[in-house]
């Protein structure tokens, strides 16, 4: 009987303990399976809307959406492959976490040649950032978007030993693009738990150039 009361005991302390670590430790769940789409977030499709200026009788602005898609380069992962802009499909190479990237100066597929630029993609936002015809900038990306100074024009000069007008060389004019990437109605998330990400890199950028 002593020995079975000892036992018993034995037993109580016993649950007893392990009652107090699954109190203080409980299991998590597994993570989701790492899929190439969480590991450049880059990736997929995008919807561009634009505006054009219709050549009727009257003038009227039209809204016209059309459909950009992001793919990773088949040999290399640090490349990706940008479809369906104005200028046609050109690459771009991976600069900085998470979906920063590079786009060099190149001739499309459709032979047009572009100037370097910079391509941002916001995941908190799920919004693609493009700027085509400035170099790239190693210490701040953002600092192209901020820029109030992307139109520009042909300056005229008047120089002092001629009365006549020469016209400057006209620099390139920087085109911007803004998409929307097309997600799955049950992967998006509450616009609360959004932050501002890329908006908060742009308003330094902002602060820096004033």
Same mark, same amino acid.
Request: cysteine-free.
């Given at each position: ?5 000892? =036992?018993?005991?034995?037993? @109580? ?13 409980? =299991? @998590?769940?597994?993570?989701?399976? @790492? ?12 919807? @561009?809307?634009?505006?054009? *200026? ?18 990773? &380069? ?5 490349? /990706? ?16 976490? +998470? ?20 391509? /941002?993609? &916001?995941?908190?936002?799920?919004? =693609? ?10 210490? &701040? +990306? *953002? ?32 085109? =911007? ?6 997600? +799955?109605? &049950?992967?998006?998330? +509450? ?20």
């Amino acid at each position: 009987m002593v020995v079975a009361a000892i =036992l018993f005991t034995i037993s @109580l302390n016993a649950q007893s303990t392990v009652d107090s670590i699954a109190a203080k430790y409980k =299991l @998590l769940p597994m993570p989701e399976a @790492l899929t190439i789409e969480k590991t450049f977030p880059v990736i997929g499709n995008y919807q @561009l809307v634009t505006n054009q *200026t219709s050549t009727g009788t009257e003038t009227a602005n039209i809204e016209t959406t059309s459909n950009v898609i992001v793919t990773l &380069d088949t040999a290399s992962k640090g490349i /990706i492959w940008i479809e369906g802009l104005p200028e046609g499909k050109f690459k771009a190479y991976f600069k900085k976490s +998470p979906s920063t990237y590079r786009i060099i100066a190149q001739k499309t597929e459709a032979g047009t040649q572009i100037p370097e630029g910079t391509l /941002i993609f &916001d995941p908190e936002a799920n919004v =693609l950032n493009v700027a085509i015809g400035k170099e790239f900038n190693d210490e &701040d +990306p *953002t600092a192209v978007f901020a820029s109030v100074n992307t139109e520009t024009a042909t300056v005229e000069q008047t120089t002092a030993k001629s009365a006549k007008t020469k016209k400057a060389p006209a620099k390139a004019k920087v085109k =911007l693009y803004t998409a929307t990437k097309v997600v +799955p109605a &049950d992967k998006v998330e +509450p616009k609360e738990n959004q932050s501002a990400g890329f908006e908060e890199k742009l308003n330094k950028s902002v602060e820096q150039q004033q």
